[in-house]
């Protein structure tokens, strides 16, 4: 006898850059394992500093509200990320 409930391999996970490309784009190149996550981590910290400086929250308030989303970074890291400060 066969099963037939179907069985979804599909996980539902939110796209993080969701202002850059679509969900099945996103989806296409997360399964393949084309997403790098740090990078994608950057460019949220990156967006939610220029949301809080558009609220006029001071930039070292931000980065502050911001290391309490990401306690494992330091303030001088997330000033780096989101300066574009390069090594």
Same mark, same amino acid.
């Given at each position: ?19 850059? !490309?679509?969900?099945?784009?996103? /989806?296409?190149? #997360? ?6 996550? %740090?990078? *994608?981590?950057?460019? +949220? ?17 931000? !980065?502050?509200?911001?290391?309490? /989303?990401?306690? #494992? ?6 000033? %780096?990320? *989101?300066?574009?400060? +390069?090594?």
């Amino acid at each position: 006898m066969r099963d037939t409930k179907a069985k979804s391999t599909t996980q539902i996970r939110t796209n993080p850059l969701s202002d850059l !490309i679509s969900d099945e784009i996103y /989806e296409l190149l #997360y399964t393949r394992g084309l997403i790098n996550e %740090k990078s *994608v981590r950057d460019h +949220q910290i990156r967006k939610k500093f220029q949301d809080l400086r558009t609220k006029n929250v001071s930039a070292t308030e931000a !980065i502050d509200l911001i290391r309490e /989303e990401y306690p #494992y970074l330091q303030f001088d890291t997330i000033r %780096k990320i *989101v300066y574009n400060i +390069q090594k």
